[in-house]
């Protein structure tokens, strides 16, 4: 099993910036893929950013230039670094893994489609204002 623990978001204002982190514990050693997921009220969830332990990396276009994902694997952790947060960016935010050991290249297998990973956080809320 994995747990999941997402870093506490916040509110700031339209061209600020937030890092939220995401914590593992548990069964998560090699063969694993990462990623951002957030949901709006009254929108559908969407992918953010996912990265995987052969450091592929994605991220969905609305945010392309303005967030980082990185992961530091001694601490299982990743990281969504958001800068230059818009309005819609407001959303509470998602952090879910998928696991399987030894895969390879799992971001690929998995993309950004939130029904096909395994373990997910409790989410955080990030709201950004005009």
């Known amino acids: 099993q994995v747990r999941l623990v997402e870093s506490e978001g916040g509110s700031v204002q339209a061209g600020g910036s937030l890092r939220l982190s995401c914590v593992a514990s548990?069964?998560?050693?090699?063969?694993?893929?990462m990623a951002w997921f957030r949901q709006a009220p009254g929108k559908e969830r969407e992918g953010v950013a996912g990265?995987?332990?052969?450091?592929?990396?994605r991220y969905t276009d609305s945010v392309k230039g303005r967030f980082t994902i990185s992961r530091d694997h001694a601490k299982k952790t990743v990281y969504l670094q958001m800068n230059n947060l818009k309005p819609d960016d407001t959303a509470m935010y998602y952090c879910?893994?998928?696991?399987?050991?030894?895969?390879?290249?799992?971001?690929?297998?998995?993309?950004?489609?939130?029904?096909?990973?395994?373990?997910y956080g409790q989410g955080t809320q990030v709201t950004v204002s005009s």
């Open positions: 990265i995987d332990d052969d450091d592929n990396i």
């Open positions: 548990g069964s998560i050693y090699s063969g694993y893929v």
């Open positions: 879910a893994a998928a696991v399987v050991n030894g895969g390879r290249h799992l971001l690929g297998v998995f993309g950004l489609d939130y029904e096909k990973y395994n373990f």
